[in-house]
C-alpha cells in the first residue's frame, strides 16, 4: 500500500507538471484543445492525491509501523479521532495535505469559472500546477510520507502524536490555517493571468472577491483557534505569546484585510489598482514566508517541525515566484495607471487609504520582530529573540487607530466631506465615547489611561456600527416592515455592507476582551496543604477564595497518567462552585501537560492551573489567574465569522441572473452605440 500511495504521488506531479507546461502552450498558440487537456490533468491531480490522502489515511489506521511516517505520529492506543487527524500531525503528511487541498481548490475554480474566464483560464491553471509542482516535488523527493522502514521486523508500537496536538482545538487548527493560505493562490494566479493578457480592468477582482474572503475567513479561524488551544491547554494564562509561527499566519492576514477595503476603492473610483496588485503579490509571498516558517523549523516555537532540507528549497520557491510576480507588475506599471485620483483629504478614500497604510505598517513591524532572531544570527553569529514587550509596545498605537478608522471611515462621504458634515456624523458616537469614560472611571474605578482609552474607542466605532445599522432599518420600517424583518431584509439585499459592518462589531468585541485582559489580568502562584485556602483578588472584581481538598486519579483510554485537584471556590464570600485543574503525563514521550479549570463569566475568568504537588499530593501549587473580559474575544470572534459569512454568501439564483442579465444588456447597448 504504501507503494501504491508513492506511485499516486509520482503520477500527481507528472500531471501538474504536464498542466502548467500545456496549458501556457494552448494560450500562446490558440490550441483550445491543448487547454482542456491541460485542465484535464489539473482534475486527475485531484484523483491521484486523494488517493494518495486515502491511502496514508489507510496506513494510519491500521498502524502500519513499516512506514515511518506512521510509526512517528501514532501508536496503538491512540484513538481512532487522533489516528486520522495524524495526516497533518508531522511534516510529509502536512505537505501532502496541502498539495491536496491546493489540488482540489484549483479544480473548483477550473470547473465553475471555465465558461466565464476562458481567456484567464489557461495562465491560471499554469499558475496553481505550478504551486502544486513544487509541494508535490518537496512530497516526493524530500519528505515522502510513504518512506519505509530500514528494520524487519517493523515496530509493534509506534511513538505516537505530540502531546501538545491532542486537543480537538489544535486538531482542527492546522487544517483552517491551511485552508486559508492554500485559498490565498487563486486571487494570485487571477492577478497574475490578468496581468499576462493585459486585462487590467478590476475583472479578476470581481471574480475572485469570493475567494479572497474564504482566505481571510479560514486565515481568521485559524488564528482564533489557535489562540483558544493556548489559552485552553499551554497553560500560561494567555491567548497570544507573539510566538513566531502565530506571527507568520498573522502577517498575510494583516495584507489581506486592507486588501479586502482597497478593492471597494478600485471597484466603486477605479482607483488603487497598482496598490491592489501590490497587496495581492504581498499576501500571496507572505503566505510561502509563513509556510516556510513552520515547515522548516528555522525559528524555534512549539508549533513548528524540525528543521529539514526543504528550507532552502522553499527559498528559492519563494525567490523565484517573487521575482516572476514583480517582473510582470512593473512590465505592466503604465497600464495599471488608475483613472481617478484622490479629490480631498476629507473623504472616504483618503481613510481607505490611512487605513491600509496602519495595517501594512503593522504588518511590518510584526514581520521584522518575527525574523530578527535570523537576522541577528546571521549577522552577529547570535541568536536575539525579540519578545512579547517589543510587539506590544510597537503595535497597540497602531491596533488604536485601526479600531478608531473603522468607526471614521464607514461615515465619511466618498470623494470629499466638510467639516461640518464631520461634526454632524460623528457627535453622538463622540458623545457616548466621553460618557463611556466617565462611568468606567467613576462608577467602576478603571483609571488606567490605556484602558480609558481603548474603551473609549471601542465605545466610539460600536456606536457608529449601531447607527449605520439603525439607519438602515428605520428607513425600511418606513415603509411598512416591521424592525426585524427590517433587519433581515437590509441585510440580505447588501450582504456585503452589513456583514462587513458585522465583522466590524466582531473586531470591537474581540478588542474590548484584549483590552480588559491585557490592562486587568491578576496573577498568583501558591503551595497549600490539604484543607488550606488561598485567595486572588481584582480592584474591579472582588475576591476569589480557592480551598484545596486533595488529588484523584482519573481514568484515560490512551498512555496518559492523569492527575486532578479537587478545589472549591468562593467569590465574594459565597460559595460558587468547584474547579478540577488536571496534569496529564504521557507515559511514552514521558511529557506531562497542564490543563486549567476555568469558571467563566461575561466579566472574567477564573483560570487555575495545577503546577506541582508533593507527598502524594498532601501539598500541592496552584497557578490562579483573573482575566477580566477575555471570553469577548471568543464571542467576537464567532461574531467577526458569522459576518464574514454574510459577507461572503452568494446572491440568490434570481439576482444573480438578473444581475447577470443587466450587465450582458448593458455591454450590447455599448457595442451599438
Avoid at 503604465?334 to 495595517?359: H, K, Q, T, V, W
Avoid at 541577528?376 to 497602531?398: C, D, N, R, W
Wanted: proline share 5%; aromatic share 14%; with cysteine.
Amino acid at each position: 500500500m504504501a507503494n501504491v500511495g508513492y506511485v499516486t504521488l509520482l503520477l500527481s506531479l507528472v500531471l501538474a507538471s504536464y498542466s502548467a507546461i500545456v496549458s501556457i502552450i494552448g494560450a500562446r498558440h490558440k490550441i483550445p484543445e491543448l487547454v482542456t487537456s491541460a485542465r484535464n490533468a489539473a482534475l486527475g491531480v485531484v484523483v491521484f492525491t486523494t488517493l494518495s490522502v486515502i491511502i496514508l489515511e489507510y496506513l494510519l489506521i491500521t498502524t502500519n509501523y513499516q512506514v515511518k511516517y506512521v510509526y512517528n505520529t501514532t501508536n496503538n492506543v491512540a484513538p481512532l479521532f487522533f489516528k486520522i487527524t495524524a495526516l497533518w500531525g508531522s511534516q510529509a503528511g502536512s505537505l501532502l495535505f496541502w498539495a491536496w487541498l491546493m489540488s482540489i481548490f484549483a479544480a473548483m475554480v477550473m470547473v465553475r469559472k471555465w465558461r466565464v474566464m476562458r481567456t484567464l483560464m489557461p495562465y491560471v491553471i499554469s499558475i496553481t500546477q505550478v504551486n502544486l509542482v513544487f509541494f508535490l516535488g518537496l512530497v516526493v523527493f524530500v519528505s515522502n510520507p510513504f518512506e519505509l522502514q530500514d528494520v524487519f521486523p517493523p515496530p509493534i508500537d509506534g511513538q505516537g502524536m505530540n502531546p501538545l496536538l491532542r486537543h480537538f482545538g489544535m486538531i482542527i487548527h492546522p487544517p483552517m490555517l491551511y485552508i486559508g493560505f492554500v485559498s490565498m493562490v487563486i486571487p494570485y494566479s487571477f492577478a497574475m493571468a490578468a496581468l499576462i493578457t493585459g486585462q487590467h480592468d478590476d475583472v479578476w477582482i470581481r471574480m475572485t472577491r469570493r475567494w479572497t474572503l474564504v482566505s481571510w475567513l479560514f486565515l481568521s479561524l485559524g488564528l482564533l483557534l489557535g489562540g483558544w488551544w493556548a489559552y485552553d491547554v499551554l497553560g500560561w494564562g494567555g491567548y497570544w505569546g507573539w510566538d513566531p509561527v502565530e506571527n507568520s499566519s498573522l502577517i498575510p492576514w494583516l495584507i489581506m484585510t486592507p486588501f479586502l477595503h482597497s478593492v471597494m476603492m478600485q471597484e466603486n473610483r477605479k482607483m488603487l489598482k497598482r496598490w491592489n496588485m501590490t497587496l495581492i503579490i504581498l499576501a500571496y509571498s507572505l503566505m510561502l514566508n509563513g509556510t516556510f516558517i513552520t515547515r522548516a523549523g528555522v525559528v524555534a516555537s512549539v508549533h513548528t517541525f524540525a528543521q529539514s532540507a526543504i528550507g532552502p528549497l522553499f527559498l528559492i520557491f519563494i525567490s523565484i515566484m517573487f521575482f516572476f510576480s514583480l517582473y510582470l507588475f512593473v512590465n505592466h506599471w503604465d497600464e495599471l495607471r488608475s483613472d481617478n485620483e484622490l479629490d480631498l483629504l476629507l473623504s472616504r478614500e483618503s481613510f481607505f487609504l490611512f487605513n491600509n497604510l496602519i495595517f501594512i505598517g503593522l504588518a511590518v513591524v510584526v514581520w521584522w520582530g518575527t525574523h530578527f532572531p535570523l537576522f541577528s544570527e546571521v549577522f552577529t553569529g547570535e541568536k536575539i529573540v525579540v519578545g512579547p514587550p517589543f510587539y506590544e509596545k510597537t503595535t497597540a498605537p497602531l491596533w488604536a487607530v485601526i479600531v478608531l478608522l473603522m468607526g471614521v471611515a464607514p461615515l465619511i462621504p466618498w470623494r470629499r466631506a466638510s467639516p461640518t458634515q464631520i461634526i454632524a456624523l460623528f457627535r453622538w458616537p463622540a458623545i457616548v465615547a466621553i460618557f463611556t469614560v466617565a462611568v468606567l472611571y467613576l462608577a467602576i474605578g478603571i483609571t488606567l489611561w490605556g484602558a480609558l482609552l481603548g474603551f473609549a474607542l471601542c465605545a466610539f466605532t460600536l456606536t457608529v456600527t449601531v447607527i449605520e445599522y439603525w439607519r438602515g432599518v428605520q428607513a425600511r420600517h418606513r415603509k411598512g416592515e416591521s424592525y426585524p424583518m427590517a433587519l433581515l431584509q437590509l441585510i440580505a439585499r447588501s450582504r456585503r455592507r452589513y456583514g462587513g459592518y458585522l465583522v466590524h462589531i466582531g473586531v470591537i468585541l474581540i478588542a474590548i476582551g484584549v483590552v480588559g485582559s491585557r490592562f486587568y489580568q491578576v496573577q498568583t502562584q501558591r503551595n497549600v496543604a490539604i484543607g488550606e485556602s488561598f485567595s486572588i483578588s481584582s480592584e474591579l472584581l472582588g475576591v476569589y477564595e480557592i480551598t484545596y481538598h486533595g488529588l484523584r486519579s482519573v481514568p484515560s483510554m490512551d498512555d496518559r497518567i492523569n492527575t486532578e485537584a479537587l478545589l472549591s471556590v468562593q467569590y465574594n464570600g459565597e460559595q460558587v462552585g468547584e474547579l478540577m485543574p488536571l496534569r496529564e503525563l504521557f507515559v511514552l514521550q514521558q511529557q506531562p501537560m497542564t490543563i486549567p479549570d476555568k469558571r467563566s463569566t461575561l466579566a472574567a475568568d477564573l483560570y487555575v492551573i495545577l503546577a506541582g504537588w508533593d507527598n502524594q499530593g498532601e501539598t500541592a501549587t496552584f497557578k490562579a489567574y483573573i482575566n477580566p473580559l477575555i471570553n469577548w474575544i471568543w464571542i467576537g470572534g464567532f461574531v467577526l465569522i458569522c459576518g464574514t459569512l454574510v459577507a461572503a454568501w452568494p446572491p440568490s439564483l434570481n439576482r444573480e441572473v438578473t444581475t447577470t442579465s443587466r450587465s450582458r444588456l448593458a455591454k450590447a447597448a455599448l457595442a451599438s452605440q
